[in-house]
């Protein structure tokens, strides 16, 4: 198989786009994605701080240096959710990382927070995945909000966008299609979200990954096992291969035919926020959820 | 005989048949485009022969949640 824009051997064939690049220009065509993303949807400029949230999984250390790449002025941020065998490997990964790109990196402990993850679970019996997602958007955000970034990047890829879509429209989750998009604008003290790889697969930012040379953990997390989202993922995948190209059609089709009657919605049911006399973020409680989970934490284990 | 590792789980298994890379992905039930097939560090189109002594890693490549 050839590559399609310059003739040599290609290494990474792209079944959706009926094309396969070599090497070297499949990171040409990565690069378009992501620039592409960025300026159909207004994401940021060269000139704004870019906070990424990074898991050290592929995606998020991919988004981190193709931006670096790309010459944005991006930190990294690292949630240490404290969870054995796992968050150390991570940590570790996203170190390294920063050291050899000479990137900027914020490290969140919550051990030192007072909520590390497994305590949270033992002491409350919460879900690890809804009280893990709680926390890490609250960080994103405080963060993002009292270190005066522009805006949050966060490495949703197509997979990601396509499997929430479908379990979202399979139920009719409406408060949830709402906020669907590769945008979220801010609100309150809540700052832009954006997810500049949204048009690029798991595949072709695994593929990405490896031909960087980009050193990820590739690990599930323990928590995460039977995770019904990675169902819906499977069945995307399944179609996918049927008919090729269906993903990037459904996403953008959704975007471009649904989402203009989805926008006005969002303002409708935005409920009123107050902001926590603890910390300041904004909430709907007395207090928020994570001053409140530090606090049931504080009096279970005293 | 092609000897076959999977990342990140280290599972190894062979294969004694030349096959090509999208006959492999069918055998070992993987959807094509859902795991990277690497050979000599580099990633194999679905068309590509896998041949006697070859040494062949399988990425799955789906989020870790």
């Given at each position: 198989m050839k590559c399609r824009r310059c003739g040599q051997e290609a290494e990474v064939e792209l079944i959706s786009h009926h094309t396969a690049f070599c090497r070297e220009c499949f990171?040409?065509?990565?690069?378009?994605?992501?620039?592409?993303?960025?300026?159909?949807w207004r994401m940021f400029r060269k000139q704004e701080r870019i906070l990424v949230a990074v898991s050290g999984g592929k995606d998020s250390l991919s988004l981190w240096d193709v931006l670096l790449d790309l010459g944005y002025d991006v930190t990294g941020l690292f949630v240490d959710l404290k969870i054995d065998g796992f968050s150390e490997k991570a940590k570790e990964k996203i170190e390294a990382f920063a050291q050899t790109r000479k990137a900027k990196l914020i490290v969140v402990d919550l051990e030192k927070e007072g909520i590390p993850i497994p305590k949270v679970m033992k002491l409350t019996g919460k879900q690890p995945c809804s009280v893990c997602g709680q926390v890490k958007r609250y960080y994103f955000n405080h963060i993002a909000y009292t270190k005066r970034f522009h805006v949050l990047a966060t490495g949703h890829n197509l997979d990601d966008e396509t499997g929430r879509l479908l379990a979202n429209l399979l139920r009719w989750q409406m408060f949830y299609l709402i906020d669907q998009g590769p945008v979220l604008p801010p609100?309150?003290?809540?700052?832009?979200?954006?997810?500049?790889?949204?048009?690029?697969?798991?595949?072709?930012?695994?593929?990405?990954?490896?031909?960087?040379?980009?050193?990820?953990?590739?690990?599930?997390?323990?928590?995460?096992?039977?995770?019904?989202?990675?169902?819906?993922?499977?069945?995307?995948?399944?179609?996918?291969?049927?008919?090729?190209?269906?993903?990037?059609?459904?996403?953008?089709?959704?975007?471009?035919?649904?989402?203009?009657?989805?926008?006005?919605?969002?303002?409708?049911?935005?409920?009123?926020?107050?902001?926590?006399?603890?910390?300041?973020?904004?909430?709907?409680?007395?207090?928020?959820?994570?001053?409140?989970?530090?606090?049931?934490?504080?009096?279970?284990?005293? | 005989m092609i000897r076959i590792k999977f990342f990140p789980q280290g599972k190894e298994m062979t294969i004694e048949k030349t096959l090509t890379v999208k006959q492999l992905l069918k055998k070992l039930n993987l959807v094509p485009q859902t795991a990277l097939v690497i050979r000599e560090g580099k990633i194999l189109t679905s068309d590509k022969v896998l041949k006697d002594g070859d040494e062949v890693e399988i990425r799955v490549v789906g989020s870790r949640g």
């Open positions: 990171f040409v065509y990565f690069k378009r994605q992501v620039q592409k993303a960025i300026k159909d609100a309150n003290r809540l700052v832009k979200k954006v997810k500049p790889l949204y048009r690029l697969t798991e595949y072709e930012i695994a593929a990405y990954a490896f031909l960087k040379d980009i050193d990820y953990l590739a690990e599930r997390c323990p928590f995460s096992k039977g995770a019904t989202f990675l169902k819906y993922k499977h069945y995307m995948n399944l179609l996918e291969y049927e008919f090729p190209g269906t993903k990037l059609d459904f996403y953008q089709g959704f975007l471009k035919k649904m989402k203009p009657f989805l926008t006005p919605l969002q303002k409708e049911e935005a409920p009123i926020a107050h902001l926590c006399p603890e910390c300041g973020y904004p909430t709907l409680a007395p207090i928020c959820g994570v001053c409140r989970l530090k606090e049931d934490i504080k009096k279970a284990g005293s | -």
